[in-house]
T-cell receptor
């Protein structure tokens, strides 16, 4: 099973409120990623976990938090949502050394901030 | 930061046509190149990948990599309506941390 699951599929949030998105995979992949995708733009890598080590991209360092309580689950947390956070959030996972980088994506969570 | 440019942004072709999608990279240290396909409402899914210069063919799909010109392409022979999707190219240095840089995609529509 190469399924990556994301919950919820749709999320409506108010400006200034927190948002928590969930991702899970059962492939025992050691790396899990979070991307933000806006219409007509490339998926933008926000952060990724390699095992228990969190790597956050420099330009989104302060905007997003994440946790990985076990190998299968990974969350993306926005402490105070702004209008600019409205986007599709894609979770992906990969196995180091396997297929040299192939990432398996979930269907995404569409976040709308009002 | 790696920059990935895809062209065209969108493409409409008749069923049975040959389709060519293009991608250029800015990072000459990139070693891993891949095409992902995303059908509407579905998760992006890896289509094909390549590490060395040259061509790779799988069924109706052929990818071509020219590292010297940082150009990467996908060719679809006998395009089918089921090929209609967003095609994303991606590249990375192939390191253990597997950071990939994506293009904005080409939206392909194949008309029956």
């Amino acid at each position: 099973d190469t399924t990556v699951k994301q919950n919820p599929r749709y999320k409506l949030a108010r400006v200034g409120k927190p948002v928590n998105l969930i991702c899970s995979q059962t492939m025992n992949h050691d790396t899990m990623y979070w991307y933000q995708k806006k219409p007509n733009q490339a998926p933008k890598l926000l952060l990724f976990y390699y095992d228990k080590i969190l790597n956050r991209e420099a330009d989104t360092f302060e905007k997003f938090q994440s946790s990985r309580p076990n190998n299968s689950f990974c969350s993306l947390y926005i402490g105070s949502a702004g209008l600019e956070y409205s986007a599709m959030y894609l979770c992906a996972s990969s196995r180091t050394g396997g297929a040299r980088g192939t990432q398996y994506f979930g269907p995404g969570t569409r976040l709308l901030v009002l | 930061q790696q920059k990935v440019q895809q062209s065209p942004e969108s493409l409409i072709v008749p069923e049975g046509a040959m389709t060519s999608l293009n991608c250029t990279f800015s990072d000459s240290a990139s070693q891993y190149f891949a095409w992902y396909r995303q059908h509407s409402g579905k998760a992006p899914k890896a289509l094909m990948s390549i590490f060395s210069n040259g061509e790779k063919e799988e069924g109706r799909f052929t990818i071509h990599l020219n590292k010297a010109s940082l150009h990467f392409s996908l060719h679809i022979r006998d395009s089918q309506p089921s090929d209609s999707a967003l095609y994303l190219c991606a590249g990375g240095r192939g390191s253990a941390l597997g950071r990939l840089h994506f293009g904005a995609g080409t939206q392909l529509i194949v008309i029956p």
